[in-house]
């Protein structure tokens, strides 16, 4: 079905695709007044633009307008931000460049939306508490920096860890890492620990072999930690 989004509307984490018009001028999305898109996937929408943008406020964040059969955007074409936008220009930090989409519409590895859109548009100003912390596929929304689109690029393993500590941590306590769920475990899996100051660049700590890693938290130390399986060659993260 097509969608219209009224005034001042939000489409947040949608797949819209595969929908067919008769007639000109028809829209997947039609946004008016201060409506927004934000990291949607709108593609393959036959006969039809992706977005019919109708006010100049209106906008398109962290998403992807493609392959749809007459185009991107109808009207207003300047309200994409951070968004693959089909025949756009590259102004906002925006592409227009093939998403390199699966053919689920996932992102593949080679895709040039992972890590291209804008926290700031889905985190900010508390949006987390109202859009959710998990994308249409329920994985977790922010990876290092968010993607374009309704998915997050994922090489997470199902395997999920947690600390024995949560609040109040103080310098020179004791921290440990573990596994939850145990039953995801396979006796092939090596294991990897890593740690990150920024949750973008990731190092492996040295000897944190096991299927748990306890640290010292300093004023030095690392902001984030993750568990890294290599199964069979692949690797993925907790």
Not at 19 to 24: S, V
Not at 76 to 83: E, N
């Amino acid at each position: 079905a097509v969608v219209y989004n009224g005034s001042a509307g939000r489409l947040v984490n949608c797949l819209i695709a595969q929908n067919r018009r008769e007639g000109d001028n028809g829209s997947a999305v039609r946004i008016t007044s201060s409506g927004r898109i934000i990291n949607c996937t709108i593609v393959d929408n036959a006969n039809m633009y992706g977005v019919r943008a109708d006010n100049s406020n209106a906008r398109v964040y962290n998403s992807i307008v493609y392959g749809n059969g007459k185009g991107g955007l109808l009207n207003k074409t300047d309200v994409g931000r951070y968004s693959c936008i089909q025949g756009g220009g590259t102004s906002n930090h925006c592409i227009n460049t093939n998403p390199l989409l699966n053919s689920d519409y996932t992102l593949s590895e080679d895709s040039p939306c992972v890590d291209h859109g804008s926290d700031e548009y889905y985190s900010g100003s508390s949006n987390f508490s109202t859009y959710g912390d998990v994308d249409l596929a329920g994985h977790h929304r922010i990876e290092g920096v968010i993607d374009m689109g309704a998915y997050e690029f994922s090489n997470k393993c199902e395997v999920r860890i947690q600390s024995n500590k949560t609040t109040n941590i103080r310098w020179g306590d004791e921290v440990e890492f573990s596994i939850v769920n145990e039953d995801a475990v396979d006796v092939r899996d090596v294991f990897m620990w890593q740690s990150s100051s920024d949750g973008v660049t990731w190092s492996t700590i040295d000897g944190a072999i096991e299927d748990e890693y306890q640290t010292q938290i300093l004023k030095t130390s690392p902001l984030r930690y993750r568990l890294g399986i290599v199964r069979d060659g692949d690797v993925c993260f907790s």
